[in-house]
T-cell receptor
Framework: SQQGEEDPQALSIQEGENATMNCSYK?????LQWYRQNSGRGLVHLIL?????REKHSGRLRVTLDTSKKSSSLLITASRAADTASYFC???????????FGTGTRLKVLA | NAGVTQTPKFQVLKTGQSMTLQCAQD?????MYWYRQDPGMGLRLIYY???????DKGEVPNGYNVSRLNKREFSLRLESAAPSQTSVYFC?????????????FGPGTRLTVT
């Protein structure tokens, strides 16, 4: 079964607006990563946040992690048409070598 | 550096046929993975290899076998293909399998089983 569930499943915004997507997971994790996928291509790593971190920034990306709620959010600020893609969270559970991916949020940024 | 390469890019099989998907990485990574992605879904882990010489089952291993041929190569075999195995298959690698190392993905193999 999927570990992570992203919310919303789909999101459509205007260029320049901010996009927020959420990920919930079920078990204790070592870290959580966000990936982007363009049009069925391979996934590309965006950002990693460890279980002892609460917030992390990378360029226009901001990730938060709330381990008490077992949830994470990804914020993309000042979105661009090129940000149109599917975004997935992936969790590494404690004591395993496996990453479990969520179902993804499809983001469409309208020019 | 080519990164992670996969062959073939596309494949059509008939039910019952067998085939091997090839994956190679040139980043000297220890861990390698095989995922499948069905339409509108996230990735599901089929098998992984934490290091050369080891392989382990993921979420959906039934109907598949793997071989970690050497540090660079990790192949996925479908012994008797079924329509339920129609999917896009992604290979990935990471420096280590645990500890928060990002995974690098190949371009995928689009497999149709009729």
């Amino acid at each position: 079964s999927q570990q992570g569930e992203e919310d919303p499943q789909a999101l459509s915004i205007q260029e320049g607006e901010n996009a927020t997507m959420n990920c919930s997971y079920k078990t204790s994790i070592n870290n959580l990563q966000w990936y982007r996928q363009n049009s069925g291509r391979g996934l590309v790593h965006l950002i990693l946040i460890r279980s002892n971190e609460r917030e992390k920034h990378s360029g226009r990306l901001r990730v938060t992690l709330d381990t008490s709620k077992k949830s994470s959010s990804l914020l993309i600020t000042a979105s661009r048409a090129a940000d149109t893609a599917s975004y997935f969270c992936a969790t590494e559970s404690s004591g395993t070598y496996k990453y479990i991916f969520g179902t993804g949020t499809r983001l469409k940024v309208l020019a | 550096n080519a990164g992670v390469t996969q062959t073939p890019k596309f494949q059509v099989l008939k039910t019952g046929q067998s085939m091997t998907l090839q994956c190679a990485q040139d980043m000297n990574h220890n861990s390698m993975y095989w995922y499948r992605q069905d339409p509108g879904m996230g990735l599901r882990l089929i098998y992984y290899s934490a290091s050369e010489g080891t392989t382990d089952k993921g979420e959906v291993p039934n109907g598949y076998n793997v071989s970690r041929l050497n540090k660079r190569e990790f192949s996925l075999r479908l012994e008797s293909a079924a329509p339920s195995q129609t999917s896009v298959y992604f290979c990935a690698s990471s420096e280590y399998g645990t500890g928060g190392y990002e995974q690098y993905f190949g371009p995928g193999t689009r497999l149709t089983v009729t």
